[in-house]
């Protein structure tokens, strides 16, 4: 099915299909239509299933055939995202996919300089991505405008209910016109978010592409048991002996992120931290050299990771277990986006059995952790092992620590 059978104009086609896209994923699918329709909806669909597109693209079409042209510091089309990552995103997506348009559109967040940002308010815009802190300083100035809103966009709304986004997202609301279209976008259909739809949604047709925190099919998921004080060490052995040029890693803390990249650094591996205490020039820097491949693995806590877009992005690794086992899922699923192949290894310690028990229960899925010879766990930290499966091959070794004297065999 070509996008141009969802009911899509001919330069929103051309610019998906220059992007490499060609066939529209199910949450597209379903949601396009309706949203070109000018119906609310209220979507849950695992994270990189394309909910960015299946939002956006429908969304410049309803702006580009309006006669509304964006008037100064006003804006037409609010999107409203947690994280200052998944904001320059969704703005880079909703710039790429309307190239062919005659719009507007502006990126804000915090962590950067106002004025740039001003600026691009004064002339009013068709589409405004903001996280809601920023969102507010620009409202408590008066340097743009939500009383000509004709579309909301909520997107990754449970994360914003985690980050206790919500007394501020109440308070935006109460700035936008009654009538609007209104699209709230979801991991999960969790009792939050229900009731935050019946509170700000109008019969919103509900689409729900996948069963409730699951894990994508395409991602193969491993586990390696290993004392705590040697998950480094593995996690660097394995990167340099199978040559992974670009894995994303989780850690637990932001210190842990920060020490854990530095160590990586110092056995051969170029490495950075991303999370929340840092500046947003060293984020953006980090994710930069990331994408480009200057840096070969990325450390990253939960929060400054969700909803990062990494094209074919081959390998996510837990180097620490979450303690919320839905995270998981929004972890692993930075990889095997989009219908591709992707992979995810946790590396679990004695003390985070229970945890990968938990995980397992969420996503009903056994996960049995693994021995590699030569990093065999304390004798308490594995109950009924497995047998040892070898680690993915992907190339000769090239930097990473040191193999172990009993390490596994090439």
Known sequence: MPFATLGLRAELCRAVSAHGYDTPTPIQQQAIPVILDGKDVLAAAQTGTGKTAGFSLPMLQRLAESDQPARPKSV?????????????????????????????????????????????????????????????????????????????????????????????????LALLPKRRQTLLFSATFSGDIRALAAQFLHQPVEIDVAPRNSTAAQIDQVAYAVDKGRKRELLSWLVGSNNWQQVLVFARTKHGANRLAEQLEADGLKSAAIHGNKSQGARTRALEGFKNGSVRVLVATDIAARG??????PLVVNHDLPEVPADYVHRIGRTGRAGRTGHAISLVSPDEVDLLRNIERLVKQRIAPQVLPGY???????????????????????????????????
Request: some cysteine; overall charge positive; aromatic content about 2%.
């Open 308 to 313: 990062l877009d990494i094209d074919q992005l």
């Open 376 to 410: 065999e766990p304390s004798p308490h930290a594995v109950h009924a092992p497995p047998e040892p499966r070898p680690p993915m091959r992907g190339g000769p070794r090239h930097g990473g620590a040191r193999r172990p004297e009993r390490g596994p065999r090439r």
């Open 76 to 172: 037409r089309a609010l999107v409203l995202t947690p994280t200052r990552e998944l904001a320059a995103q969704v703005g880079q997506s909703v710039k790429d996919y309307g190239a062919g348009l005659r719009l507007r559109s502006a990126v804000i967040f915090g962590g950067v300089g106002i004025n740039p940002q001003i600026s691009a308010l004064a002339r009013g815009v068709d589409v405004l991505v903001a996280t809601p802190g920023r969102l507010l300083d620009h409202l408590q100035q008066g340097t743009c405008a939500l009383d000509r809103v004709e579309i909301l966009v909520l997107d990754e709304a449970d994360r914003m209910l985690d980050m206790g986004f919500i007394r501020d997202i109440r308070r935006i």
